[in-house]
């Protein structure tokens, strides 16, 4: 059964930068990082696949920066001039794509990490 697991969450300064992992169980086609603050929806933050497409939620785009390895079995999300409102639990979700290469969903979630952006 296809798996994915996060790290790397913490706390970190206002400004500052963290990396996250993500890393599932076999190759797939694509992964995405969505995040969840209390009291609000999750979240869409950036989609990878596996032809090297990357889409970014508009809050993050331009800070934050995804990326994966060559076996598509392993997504960072880099996150730089974090903000307070960037705390969130992260979550990498595995998903597939359509024939317009959009990514959709699956319900294979990882257990999410915390990220909290606070002095």
């Known amino acids: 059964q296809l798996q994915v697991v996060e790290s790397g969450g913490g706390l970190v300064q206002p400004g500052g930068s963290m990396r996250l992992t993500c890393t599932a169980s076999e190759s797939v086609f694509a992964m995405a990082w969505y995040r969840q603050s209390p009291g609000k929806e999750r979240e869409l933050v950036a989609i990878l696949t596996n032809t090297g497409k990357t889409e970014y939620g508009e809050s993050v785009r331009g800070r934050f920066t995804i990326s994966g390895d060559n076996a598509m079995n392993t997504m960072y999300l880099q996150m730089n001039s974090m903000k307070p409102e960037d705390t969130a639990v992260y979550y990498c979700?595995?998903?597939?794509?359509?024939?317009?290469?959009?990514?959709?969903?699956?319900?294979?979630w990882g257990q999410g990490t915390q990220v909290t952006v606070s002095s």
């Open positions: 979700n595995i998903g597939s794509l359509d024939y317009f290469d959009r990514f959709h969903p699956s319900d294979i």
